[in-house]
Each structure stands twice: as C-alpha cells, then as structure tokens.
C-alpha cells in the first residue's frame, strides 16, 4: 500500500524557530537564544534558508536512526524539522533529477562537528541511493575510506580528541540513476610538524597508537618495534591514551577497512613498515664530534636503531648513514659537500621522517583513489564532499594556522559570493526587484593573503626563493613594508603607529584580522616550512631503498632525474591547490552545513553563549540571515503555499480551480495582508516579514481546529449515513428475500393444493366412468341375459313340439343307462377271480350304484360257487353234502366244529372187509357199513373208557370189541332219539335211546371219538334217510344220560390241564360225570 503522504511543514511544532529567517526582531541575541532553545531541546539543526547550522551536542542521539533516513527521504526541504539529512537529500535529489552537481561545504572550527557531518552525508547518501551487490561494494569501500584516512589524518588535539588535522574533499561519482560510481579523494596540507613534534596535551597521529597497541607480537617483533610509547621520542607522552578511545580495536578496524577498500595484504604491510620506519627515525640521537678545521660534524649516537632502519627499509646502513651527516649541494654541474652539524642532522632527521610520513600519506589517499575510482567512462554526476580543518586560533599561530585560516577564508570567500549570488539570482529568477544589502565581504582578507604582487604568501616566497642570508625576520620585515597599510594587518614593526604601543603584539609577530577573529602569528619557522626542505642526500638515500613502498615515494632521489630547479614552496603549492578547489566548487551547487561548537569542554549539554556568539560572528551567520532577508525574509513556491494556508479564506477552501499564484493572491487578499509585506515572484511568493508569516501560521492553527471539528462533524454525519445506508440496503435485501420466500412458499402451497384437487376430481371422474362403464356393462349382460331366456324360450316356444313330453326323464334313463352301461363294461375288466375264496372286489364308482355293486358281488360269487359246484363229481357232491350238513348242525355251536370242516368224511375207518379179524363182524353185517371208526365208550360205574368198533349200518347201530370184533351191542335206529354232545372242543357225546326198547335197558351210551362231528353228522343224515324223522342233537354243556336205572349228570368243566391236552372223564357222584375240558 502506498504510504499515506501527510503534508508537514517545518512551521509544524517548532522550537523556537527553525529557520533563523523568520527570527524576529534579528540580532545577535535573539539568533544565539533561538539556537541555544533548540539546542536545549536536542534540536541541533537550525536553517538559515536553505544553509543548515549544526551544533556538536557531543552525544550520540537518536536521530540517524534507519527510520529517520526513510522519513526524510524524498521530502521538500522545509517539509520537516530542520536535519542535516534533509539537506543530504535536497542534494541528493537535485543532483539525480535535476542533474546537478553538487558540494557540500561543510565548515567551522575544530571539533565542531565537520568530519561528523561529512560522514552523515555520506552514510545517508549511500542508504537512499540504489541498490544491488556491486552498488553496495562501491558504498562500502568509500565509507571505508574514512577510518583509513583518519587513522593516519587524525589526531588527538586539545580541542578535539579526533581532529583532522589535513583537509578532505571527496568527490562521490553517480551514474544517470543516481547510483554511486566511485569517487575521487583529494587531500590538502597534511599537518606534518606533528610527526616530529606535538604541542602540549596533544598526540602524535593515531596511526602509531593503534600500531604499537593493536599490533600482534609477531607483527612487532618483525617491524622492530616495542610495545611501549615511552620508548619512542616522536611519541608524546601527554596523553597518549585518550578518554573512551580503544587504539588497539581501531587498529583491527583500519586493517579491516583497508582490506575493504582494496589493499593487498604486503601493501597493508609496508604501509606499517614505514610507519614503524618513522617511528624509529626519531629515536637516531646525535653527537657534537670536532673536526681539524673547526667545523662542527655531528655523529649517530647509537648505530643500533639506525640499523633496524636500514634492515626494515631495505637502505644501506652507510648510505643512510652518511646523509645524516653531509648536505651535497650542487651547483653548476658541481657538487660540494658540507657536512652538517647536530641541530642540522636532527633537522635533516626531522625533515625525514616529516617528508616519509606525509608522502606516505597522499600515497594512502591515491591508493584509495584507485580503489574507489569509477570503472566506467560515462558521464557522472559528482556530489563532492569538502571537511576541511575549521578556523584556528591558538596560543602559538605558525604557518600551518596561517596555511589554514587562509582557507577557511577563501571558503567563507566563495559561501558570500555563492549565496548571494544565488540570491540575487532567485530574485532575478522570480522577477523581484533587488535591493542592496550591506555585509563584511571578506574578499580584501584573501586578497591580502593571496595577492599575487603583495600578497603575505608572495612575499614569503620571494624571502625563500631571495638569495642572500633569508631569516624568518627579514620576512617579517618585509612584510611590515608592503602589507603595513592594509586594513586587516597588524604589525608592530610596521611604519603605522597604529600598533607601536600594542603590547600584544610582540616584535616577533604579526596579526590579522581574519573574517573570524584576529590572529596572532608566530613568524617563526615560516621561512622553512614554506620552503620545505629535504636534503638531496636524503632523498637520493631514500630512492636506494629496496623497500619499494619508500623508493616510489622519493622519485626526485633519482639521480638519473635531477631537476636543479627549486620545487614549488608549501604555500605557493597550497595556494594553487585552493584556487582548483575553489574553481571547482564554483561549477557546483553549493549546500552549506556550518558547524558551531558550544562548548570547550567537548561536553554535552554545555552551552557556553561567548564562544557560540564568537563562532556566529566570524562565520557571518547574522549577515548570512540578513542576506537572505534581503527585501524578504520568506519565500515559499506557491503550490505549497496555497496548500498550506487554503484553508484561511473561503474560494481557496477546499479546492482552488486556477492557478496556484491567483489562489494566493485571492487568499491574501482575503486576509487583508498589507500589499507591501509580500511581493509576487514567479514561482514563489516572497514575504517580507517573519511576524506576517507567524501571523499566517497562527490563522491556520486556529482554522485547523476548526476544520478538525468540522471535519470530525462531517466523518460522524457521514459514517453514520453510510451506516443508515447500509442498514437501509441490508433492509431491502433481507425484505427482498423474505418476499421472494414468502411467495415461493405460498406458491408451493397453492401448488400442492391444485394437485390434491386435481387428484380428486380426476378421481372422481375415474369412478363416475369406472361406475357408468360397470353400469353399461351389466346393462349388457342382463340384455344378453334376458335375450338368451327370450330366446331361449323363443325356441323352446318353436321347437316344443319336437320333444316328447317326458324327454327329461328318458334322458335322465338313458344317461343312467349309459353309466351303468360304462360300469358295467368297466366291471367286466375288472373281474376278479373265479376262486371262491377271493374276496377282492373293485371298489364302487358311483354312490346310487352302492347296493347294485354289492348284489353284482354276490350273485358274482355265487355264480362262480355255482361255477365250482358244477366241476363236482356225484361222489364228491355226497362229501359235500354231508360237509353241508355238519355245517348245518354245529356250525356256531360246537367248538369243535372248524377243525372238522378241513376234515373229508372218509366214514369206514376201518377197513373191515379187507382186514380177516373182522370177517366174522363182516360177515354178520349183511348192510352197508356207513361208518366203521374206534371210539372209546365211557365206563358209567368210574368214568374210565374201553375201546369198540363203532359201526353204523343204513339201520342200526353196532358196538364191537375191538380184539375180537365180537359185536356187543346193537341198537336199532329208531331208537335212538337224540345225541347229546357239549360246545366244547371235545369228542364225547352221549347217545340217548328209546325208553323201554331193548337196548334201553343197558342205559344210554356215552362215547368219545376223534370224529364226532362226522359221527354225529352221519348218523342224523342216515336217521333221516331211514326214518324219516329228524334226529334231536343236543349241544349243552350239561346233560343227562340214563345209566339203567339212574340218571347221571354229565358236566363239563372248562380248563383242567393237568391231563395235558386231552379231556378226562371222572365220575363224582353218584349222578354226576366231569369231563374236564382242556
Ligand atoms: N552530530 C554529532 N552527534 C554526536 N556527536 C558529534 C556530532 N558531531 C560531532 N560530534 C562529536 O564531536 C567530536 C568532534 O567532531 P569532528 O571530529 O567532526 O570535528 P571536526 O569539526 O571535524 O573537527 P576538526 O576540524 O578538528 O577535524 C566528534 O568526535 C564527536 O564526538
Ligand atoms: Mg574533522
């Protein structure tokens, strides 16, 4: 989501005011007590216009944090409090859109923040421009590139603990998109003095510091060196540790930084090896030795150190060794040597390890150069970066302060001309007309300084360059002779009278008033510094080294090069290279950062009003706000403007159709601001006085709380119409819905009941045909119905006189006739068989045949017993007969009966006429013999039994011994009148005869015969056939038999078996006989 653009202004929430343009009313006080009410508040930063003052606060504070870069990233100018990164970014932006180069200036005393500055450029700089992996090298090697150069740029001084003590400009090179190419580092005026020698409280470069405290033992024992600062003349002792400084981490640091940015580890190397070589050269100590011709020599104290020099350096001992003692000096293809005495060695020494430490130095800056150069040709876009040393005044001022302050000058030089040439070009740019502004031009200062004719810098270079004895004093004279009437020289030698009385201002000295203050300068040592000398000898010694770092830094040591001509002085040398910076600062965009220190004491917190009021005064920053108040203290573009204060007049609020320029000329109409307090440019508004602008900003606070409830009246009306208006939607919807359900349901209902409707009348109208089809149908049937009666009796009304009257019943006849027609002819195939004694019969067929089926089967039996009958032969016919007899007789009344029925009737047992015995029985029988059988006649008298021939003739009866055949009793038969015989199954029977006959007189005979049944059948047969009568048998189980003259009773018992099976006769009584029966 894109981030909200909130439109601030710097006007917002300020501390006192942010832009020292709009104090009011303007003087010295009013602009330190605005700064110090800032500064109270951790506001550092204060605008004059577009120039940013920044005040050290000398404690780390939260405002460089990654969201603060990110805040004022691509915000105007004005947007948001006064920051140094809002100006970084202006530049930033200008340089990138507008294809500006631009340089940032940053200046003001020592340890007022510069280098700080410069660094925060840099670093913001490098967050907001592009990105990538080779974007990000470049970045890092040139961040890098400052804890190298300060390493060995930087010291320790009085007034500040890491003051640069050479001055910087950095050119930062962009591509067309704004990413970082490379850059290009120039140095100026290293101050060398302090290699050899440093003031009171002080320290020598950091370098050496951080060398012998971060250095392995290893590293040590191979440079030769001790750990101990004590043991080095070069080092002060003062304060060689410094408050909240960690040399030996920072040693680490440089190394790493080094190898960031590019240097190989033996460039790393002999870089410290002629580092540990200066060191070392300070501890070569001389001695006076006398000569013969008077003149004095001087002599190495202790050969020791010089030969760790010469093995670390690569130098002969003796070569070194003899250039600390003679000076060759030549002259017109002559040479002379002149040997040197012990202040010349130790000046020899000092000039040495002063020339190898500073040489050293700008070799570092072009090594870096090299490293961080850009690698393309194309056309860059350069932001260059200038931290150079801040304005100095010390106790002692010697040609280094003078070198300095001369710079300072020129930059204050070309910050008026820049800023009020951009001043007067805006105003030309923007049609307003210019009117003059008085302040101090310093530009008579620099050109006393610089002047080419009588310039103080000409004229020590005519001293130096003067044949003749040349002494810092005769350029002191000199000076007082060409410079005496100038304004800002003071001298007590000079011809004015001026300063004759001026006790502060000793014979030795002169003083100038620079733009800053006026300094008091030592003469001594200018004449020497300016020349800068270095023995031939020496550098010759230098050039022989084998330590290729030293040999490339001495090129003019080689003999094959000889240049006899002087080389330039420092100062000529350092004039030149400031009129090429100031030459190349002019092409440039010029952003000013100056840097105000509020205390001595490098303390936070600490405003001290003298020394800012001081600092104010000589870098002209009232006359800075006054030439940019010139005719009007404010100026905004007018989109903005309108922007900021629509909101004051009623056609401007909340939306101006036309241009921005008539919107604010309408809105200042409007608020009835006094025609000659704003003037109309053409882009921008001007202002004249601040109290107008206040004037504005109270209007808008106050509008704005109005609008701030209107606009909270507005937001409530209408979040709650959006919330009526939905509720109202969400209404309709869910009505909408509710409808449509509604009447979907109602739908479904009336639906449904059309269906059960329908389904009943269709129902109905089924059934109402169903019925009348079922009514038509039976319609049909009665009609046919009574049709087939009608027309049945139709015919029978017509054919009745065919059919006789009982038609009926001959059918039934003949339909009987036929059924028993078919039983019968059905019976007849299935006869059974002709036995007699077959009882199978076919079953009956019909019910009303029951009794015919019933008679057929007798009159079938009896036919085929007719049948079998008929088979028999006369014989056979007799046996039959008399069969039929005995059935007759005893059948169901004897149980003796079935056993006789088997039986044939055979009668002549005994076969009297064949067996002899019996011829006399034979032949007393002249009749035939019916039955001849033995029988056992029973005793009367004991029941016992004999046995006798019993033999029965057509007339009578015989009994007859068995043995003998005699016959013993004849009975007549007709007088016999009855058998009498039991209903058991035995063979006694008893024969009754006639009262009174013959044979009655023996009594009635009681027998016993194994054929009773045929016995007795054929007696009664032949009784019958002989008297006609019947004979009487009776069948009882008790009787009466006549013995003479008693009657006996005959009783049968049943079931006695202890005679076995056979019945036993036992006389009782005198009238009773049992026959126990089995
Ligand atoms: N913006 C800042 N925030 C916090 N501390 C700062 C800031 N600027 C400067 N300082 C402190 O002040 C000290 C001196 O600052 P700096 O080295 O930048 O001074 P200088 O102007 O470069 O001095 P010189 O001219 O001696 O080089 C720093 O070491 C730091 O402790
Ligand atoms: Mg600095």
Known sequence: MAKMEVKTSLLDNMIGVGDMVLLEPLNEETFINNLKKRFDHNEIYTYIGSVVISVNPYRSLPIYSPEKVEDYRNRNFYELSPHIFALSDEAYRSLRDQDKDQCILITGESGAGKTEASKLVMSYVAAVCGKGAEVNQVKEQLLQSNPVLEAFGNAKTVRNDNSSRFGKYMDIEFDFKGDPLGGVISNYLLEKSRVVKQPRGERNFHVFYQLLSGASEELLNKLTLER?????????????????????????????AMQIVGFMDHEAESVLEVVAAVLKLGNIEFKPESRVNGL????????????????????????????????????????????LNVAQAYYARDALAKNLYSRLFSWLVNRINESIKAQTKVRKK?????????????????????????????????????????????YIREGIEWTHIDYFNNAIICDLIENNTNGILAMLDEECLRPGTVTDETFLEKLNQVCATHQHFESRMSKSSRFLNDTSLPHSCFRIQHYAGKVLYQVEGFVDKNNDLLYRDLSQAMWKASHTLIKSLFPEGNPAKINLKRPPTAGSQFKASVATLMKNLQTKNPNYIRC?????????????????????????????????????????????????????????????KGPARAGVEVLFNELEIPVEEYSFGRSKIFIRNPRTLFKLEDLRKQRLEDLATLIQKIYRGWKCRTHFLLMRKSQIVVAA????????KRYQQIKSSALVIQSYIRGWKARKILRELKHQKRCEEAATTIAAYWHGTQVRREYRKFFRANAGKKIYEFTLQRIVQKYFLEMKNKMPSLSPIDKNW???????????????KRIFHLWRCKKYRDQFTDQQKLIYEEKLEASELFKDKKALYPSSVGQPFQGAYLEINKNPKYKKLKDAIEEKIIIAEVVNKINRANGKSTSRIFLLTNNNLLLADQKSGQIKSEVPLVDVTKVSMSSQNDGFFAIHLKEGSEAASKGDFLFSSDHLIEMATK?????LSQTKQKLSIEISDEFLVQFRQDKVCVKFIQGNQKNGSVPTCKRKNNRLLEVAVP
């Open 737 to 744: 819905w509710y409808r449509r359900y509604a009447q979907q």
């Open 296 to 339: 004095d020599e001087s002599k190495i104290k202790d050969k020791n150190e010089l030969k760790e020099i010469c093995e670390l350096t690569g130098i002969d001992q003796s070569v070194l060794e003899r250039a600390f003692s003679f000076r060759t000096v030549e002259a017109k293809q002559e040479k002379v040597s002149t040997t």
């Open 596 to 656: 105000i220190k509020p205390n001595d004491k490098k303390a936070a917190h600490i405003f001290n009003e003298a020394l800012v009021c001081h600092q104010i005064r000589y870098l002209g920053l009232l006359e800075n706000v006054r030439v940019r108040r010139a005719g009007y203290a404010f100026r905004q573009a007018y989109e903005p403007c309108l922007e900021r204060y629509k909101m004051l007049c009623k056609q401007t609020w909340p939306h101006w």
């Open 228 to 256: 101990d600062f004590s043991r080095y003349n070069y080092l002060s002792l003062d304060s060689a540790k410094v408050n909240g400084v960690d040399d030996a981490a920072n040693f680490r640091t440089v190394r790493n």
């Open 382 to 426: 350069v932001m260059g970066v200038l931290d150079i040393y801040g304005f100095e005044i010390f106790e002692d001022n010697s040609f280094e302060q003078f070198i300095i302050n001369y710079c300072n000058e020129k930059l204050q030089q070309i910050f008026i001309e820049l800023t009020l040439k951009e001043e007067q070009e805006e």
């Open 842 to 856: 076919p079953s009956r067929p019909y019910l009303f045949l029951d009794s015919t089926h019933k008679e057929l």
């Open 1019 to 1023: 007696l009664y047969r032949t009784t």
